[in-house]
């Protein structure tokens, strides 16, 4: 695992932003706390905790070379985390600027505050829904043409011989789009491969995962994925929607796009992590809508990532934001297919709606549908989809221009030597239907499967009549789509897992159906295999994805009707608990992969053995409330350590004796304090000098300088600097007995970045922060081994 994980990455690059995460000693989390005291020749520096934090920006250019030589990851047993992550902070640093800010600020303003959320999140919805538009209209258009071309191709050389230029044309026709995407992702914007989910988990988890929500990022997701798409991968435009959505939303909350230099002057009051990651989850709910037509399950989404923030008046403006992301997708598209007003086409991806008729089920049915669940083919692809070892941008490229060429003859191949012929009925809706070598009057089965769109696939699977395809034709295809679809996820290419899965599923699904048809003919309950292909991409979606709540009622909006619910949900259950009792989920590798500090519901479930002493880095940099500059420019320039939260103390002289706790202040927040000088001797010798207020601090989010930035004067270094205006005087502290499970509902329930431990005078004796808890979370058996070694 750790080999793998070397060799895995979202950017495919190294650490180019020079981001820098938590560093800690405590490898196992045995080590004793100490307490010491390091005097310098500019002070004294506290140490009583040594955590950490770092990549302050999403992008720090400017220490590249000064960071080059640091290590990248901190082994810890079996897995390694990174250090270019750190957390958000999402709890408020309710320090004096703000508490004064908050006083001054009338009723009315609040109120303002408040309809300045819901205008925002309207926007989120608005421009949500128009980049789902826009993808769906061009994906359209420009399979039209290429199919359009190549199926008049094969049609010409199938009566005059030289289909092997039917099937070069194919290749170039996929490999051409396929080259476009794969350099947009490798050279200009990395962490836009993939669908995105796994680092928009991340991010509601509490983990900013540097250059996610970057503009840069959108525009290479929004093409990329029209070229994956149309280049014929298997791969779907959905899952890439909650990403682009989560990428809106991080950019209008702010009211400036720091990538184009442009700061609009509103919003400014939500300039912060707290409110950031809200409308980051309300984006990537749009997201979810706008790809299923499924508001509520954009909601619960978002719900299942990030509940620990969750209150009641945020549920609703993220539901809003669903419900004005999916109608305007609905408006738009009933305009561009002449249908004004005819809100028929609520998300990119339809289903088509279920009649009940044909859902009609029985209760001996329910037992059919849970061992379709659990199927252990759902497991498989989520083993078996990370071997990537390629890494050179051009050879990525290479990569993918390879698979889609191999798909291409791979499809080809599947139509060409397919006998399963069906006859063209009078209301056929088929696409792009292929004749080949079938009679007159007929088209090859084969080629409704791979010659079209996934979602075209997906949605004649469910809806044909009984009879459309033979078994052979479906079995042949499960499996060639299901391997192309596991070399395909990894690649360097803007591409979603969401509808390759349903579309492997409803073809084994359909399938099983069938064969049920043919077992028992005299039943007429088996009529409609369509049942059974919605059964099977449901648990095939649930066994790679894991999640249950969210994906039922996606699934039941998106077939429009509620009868299958209950299926639906023990399908989805049953995947989920089979498939952990083998292997974790497809984003849940992928997360643990890229060695993030990624933080689960719960505590481990035998871990009330370990206490916060155990857990808690150890000893920790404090300051003092009156600090001298030049002892917090060295802590702060010190990049073996690179600390970023800083416990505020009352100055001691004894030696050995921990002080006592009086505040928190971060690194962010210190680096503002040295750019604009706010010293105790300028302060006096100035009567002129302006006060700092918060909007300094938010001017410079998220992007605050490196401290090599900040030119600090000799005799300025002699200045002390009084941090108690700044400081957070009320942080969370635990005491050293409490239990890991107390520490990390605590931790997760508040979304916070920093625990400070004391002792019973309130003295600091030591930090927990993410990457410490994260640490601890082994796996099922690690924290019984290591129980039993300490025993």
């Known amino acids: 695992m750790a080999n793998i994980t070397k060799k895995v990455s979202w950017s495919s690059r190294p650490d180019e932003t020079g981001a820098t995460g938590e560093t800690t000693p405590l490898l196992n989390g045995s080590e004793q706390p100490r307490h010491s005291r390091q005097m310098s020749g500019e002070g004294a520096i506290f140490h009583i905790g040594r955590h950490g934090a770092g990549d302050l920006e999403e992008e720090m250019t400017t220490e590249e070379e000064f960071l080059r030589g640091r290590p990248k990851e901190i082994p810890h047993n079996e897995k390694l985390l990174s250090l270019k992550f750190e957390s958000l902070d999402y709890d408020n640093i309710e320090n004096q600027l703000f508490l004064d800010e908050e006083r001054r600020m009338s009723y009315m303003g609040f109120r303002c505050l408040e309809i300045s959320r819901w205008v925002i999140c309207a926007l989120i919805g608005f421009l949500t829904g128009l980049i789902a538009c826009f993808i769906d209209i061009v994906v359209e258009q420009v399979a039209k043409v290429k199919y359009n071309v190549i199926k008049e191709n094969i049609e010409t050389f199938t009566e005059a011989g030289g289909l092997s230029i039917s099937l070069i044309l194919w290749a170039v026709l996929n490999c051409s789009f396929v080259i476009v995407g794969a350099i947009l992702v490798a050279f200009f914007e990395p962490i836009a491969a993939g669908s995105g989910i796994p680092q928009i988990k991340c991010y509601l988890n509490g983990v900013k995962i540097p250059r996610v929500v970057r503009l840069k990022t959108l525009v290479v997701k929004v093409c990329g994925v029209i070229c994956s798409v149309v280049g014929g991968l298997a791969v779907g435009k959905e899952g890439p929607m909650i990403h682009s959505g989560g990428v809106v939303a991080a950019g209008v909350s702010q009211g400036r796009s720091t990538s184009l230099k442009r700061d609009f002057k509103i919003f400014e009051y939500f300039r912060r992590d707290t409110e950031k990651r809200d409308f980051v989850s309300a984006g990537a709910a749009a997201g979810v809508s706008a790809a299923f037509g499924a508001p509520v399950g954009g909601v619960l989404f978002s719900l299942e990532e990030g509940a620990s923030f969750w209150n009641q008046m945020l549920t609703w403006r993220i539901f809003f934001a669903s419900m004005i992301s999916t109608f305007t997708l609905n408006f738009v598209l009933s305009v561009y297919h002449k249908k004004p007003g005819e809100l028929s086409n609520p998300g990119l991806i339809n289903f088509g709606r279920f009649e009940s008729d044909s859902l009609a089920y029985t209760f001996y049915e329910i037992p059919l549908f849970i061992a379709m669940g659990a199927e252990l083919l759902l497991c498989l692809m989520s083993a078996v989809l990370f071997c990537r070892y390629v890494h050179r941008p ?14 291409a003859a791979v499809s080809f191949t599947m139509i060409y030597f397919s006998n399963d012929c069906q006859p063209l009925a009078p209301d056929n809706t088929e696409v792009y239907q292929l004749q080949l070598f079938c009679a007159d009057g007929e088209y090859n089965s084969m080629a409704t499967a791979f010659f079209n769109t996934p979602e075209k696939s997906v949605t004649s699977l469910f809806h044909d009549q009984p009879g459309t395809y033979n078994p ?49 003919s005299s039943s007429s309950t088996w009529a409609d295999p369509g049942k059974y292909a919605l059964i099977g991409a449901a648990a095939q979606l649930g066994g790679i994805v894991r999640m249950t709540l969210s994906l039922t009622v996606i699934l039941v909006e998106a077939t429009g009707n509620v009868t299958y619910g209950l299926p639906i949900m023990l399908v989805l259950m049953t995947s989920k608990i089979v498939g952990d009792y083998f292997q974790e989920g497809l984003y849940d590798i992928h997360i643990k992969l890229q060695s993030v500090p990624f933080l689960h519901w719960e505590a481990p479930a035998t871990s009330h053995w370990l206490t916060a002493r155990e857990v808690m880095s150890s000893p920790v940099t404090c300051l003092n409330k009156i600090e001298k500059v030049g002892t917090i420019v060295d802590i702060l320039s010190n990049t073996s350590t690179n600390h970023n939260g800083f416990p505020v103390v009352v100055q001691v002289m004894e030696g050995d004796v921990p002080a006592k706790l009086c505040g928190l202040i971060l690194r962010s927040q210190l680096i503002v304090l040295l750019k604009h000088k706010v010293f105790v001797e300028l302060a006096r010798s100035r009567l002129t000098q302006r006060k700092l207020l918060l909007k300094d601090f938010r001017d410079a989010y998220p992007r605050f300088p490196p401290i090599q930035s900040i030119h600090v004067s000799q005799d300025e270094r002699e200045c002390m600097m009084d941090l108690t205006e700044f400081m957070n005087p009320t942080p969370y502290t635990v005491p050293q007995e409490t239990s890991l499970p107390r520490v990390f509902k605590l931790f997760r329930a508040l979304g916070l970045r920093h625990l400070v431990v004391v002792d019973d005078e309130n003295r600091v004796v030591g930090l927990v922060s993410r990457k410490d808890l994260a640490r601890y979370h082994l796996g099922k058996h690690g924290l019984e081994e290591l129980h039993l070694a300490q025993t």
């Open 394 to 407: 051009c050879l990525q490229v290479m990569e993918a221009t390879l698979v889609a060429a191999v798909t």
């Open 472 to 520: 052979l034709t479906l079995g042949l295809f499960t499996l060639t789509y299901f391997f192309l679809a596991c070399w395909t996820y990894g690649l360097a290419v803007s591409a979603g897992v969401f509808i390759p899965s349903l579309l492997i599923g409803a073809a084994w699904g359909r399938l099983c159906g069938i064969l049920l048809a043919s077992i028992f």
